[in-house]
């Protein structure tokens, strides 16, 4: 069985980041936390906030955000889009559940 994973309306986030840092800022909504966040993780969020997905769903629109911008002739961090594993992608998933970042519902 998998789940769909998504944000809810009432704890939408704001992201803050600097050119050449390699972290960003994550401010959650509904409780006022801030959250420290290395660039994929906060790219995962930032694609779960738009829409919902399955693990398997974040992770095409995830490599599809990497090879595009692998791809632009930004200055954006070398961290900016870093590739990543099915693994590593599920364990952010359930840390961003356990901080109360985003819900899931079983399919």
């Not at 704001?14 to 959650?28: N, T």
């Not at 420290?36 to 969020?45: D, K, V």
């Not at 779960?48 to 974040?58: F, I, R, S």
Request: a negative charge.
């Amino acid at each position: 069985m998998s789940a769909c994973w998504f944000v809810s309306a009432e704890n939408k986030m704001r992201f803050a980041d600097w050119q050449g840092e390699p972290h960003s800022v994550v401010y959650q909504s509904s409780s006022g936390d801030l959250h420290l966040m290395n660039r994929p993780a906060t790219q995962l969020l930032s694609l779960l906030q738009e829409q919902p997905a399955t693990e398997e769903q974040l992770q095409q629109r995830y490599t599809n955000c990497f090879e595009a911008d692998r791809q632009s002739f930004t200055n954006k961090p070398a961290d900016a889009f870093l590739p990543l594993t099915d693994r590593s992608i599920n364990q952010h998933l359930f840390q961003f559940r356990a901080l109360g970042l985003i819900e899931s519902i079983d399919l």
